[in-house]
T-cell receptor, first 111, second 115 residues
Framework: TQLLEQSPQFLSIQEGENLTVYCNSSSVFSSLQWYRQEPGEGPVLLVTVVTGGEVKKLKRLTFQFGDARKDSSLHITAAQPGDTGLYLCAGEKNAGNMLTFGGGTRLMVKP | GAGVSQSPSNKVTEKGKDVELRCDPISGHTALYWYRQSLGQGLEFLIYFQGNSAPDKSGLPSDRFSAERTGGSVSTLTIQRTQQEDSAVYLC?????????????FGPGTRLTVT
């Protein structure tokens, strides 16, 4: 059982559509990070959210941390083929240097 | 500046052989992590080094796996008597490790194939 559950696991959409990826847990995290990974490469950090209820925007990507710091979402507006990749959320507990990763959401955006 | 580097990028080995995977973290990063990733899935934590402290080995799947970090910089992950189920991408990451949030920076990974 994953400590962090991501949904959906797979998502295939057309260019221009909107989508939301969810990252849920029963545990409280001191921070939560989102990464994107492309084939043959390591994950690349997109954003870190720290405060409950925090919303961060990165161009067409909007990240939200739940009020209770147990869940997070990633919303992409007007998806582009360049958004294709594996999206991973990772939670940090008790500021202990350790990250727990979710199982990932594989996104494919078709032109 | 230079990111995290890993070598080799690909390794094919026969079942039963030993392999060594190398990671060069970002200069100045005191924390170093090893993960394993199978077929584009999520990351499985293996081992964590922080400065001169004893490593957290809680994620190592068996005693065939070991890792060391020399001089607080370069790390080597060793897998002895490799098995086919060891086939995966092995990722290394480093972070500043001095204060949270502990954002991790990943290398490109080593793809290990055990035949």
């Amino acid at each position: 059982t994953q400590l962090l559950e991501q949904s959906p696991q797979f998502l295939s959409i057309q260019e221009g559509e909107n989508l939301t990826v969810y990252c849920n847990s029963s545990s409280v995290f001191s921070s939560l990070q989102w990464y994107r990974q492309e084939p043959g490469e390591g994950p690349v950090l997109l954003v870190t959210v720290v405060t409950g209820g925090e919303v961060k925007k990165l161009k067409r990507l909007t990240f939200q941390f739940g009020d209770a710091r147990k869940d997070s979402s990633l919303h992409i507006t007007a998806a582009q083929p360049g958004d294709t990749g594996l999206y991973l959320c990772a939670g940090e507990k008790n500021a202990g240097n350790m990250l727990t990763f979710g199982g990932g959401t594989r996104l494919m955006v078709k032109p | 500046g230079a990111g995290v580097s890993q070598s080799p990028s690909n390794k094919v080995t026969e079942k039963g052989k030993d392999v060594e995977l190398r990671c060069d973290p970002i200069s100045g990063h005191t924390a170093l992590y090893w993960y394993r990733q199978s077929l584009g899935q999520g990351l499985e934590f293996l081992i964590y080094f922080q400065g001169n402290s004893a490593p957290d080995k809680s994620g190592l799947p068996s005693d065939r796996f070991s890792a060391e970090r020399t001089g607080g910089s370069v790390s080597t992950l060793t897998i002895q008597r490799t098995q086919q189920e060891d086939s995966a991408v092995y990722l290394c990451a480093s972070s500043l490790g001095s204060a949270g949030p502990y954002e991790q920076y990943f290398g490109p990974g080593t793809r290990l194939t055990v035949t």
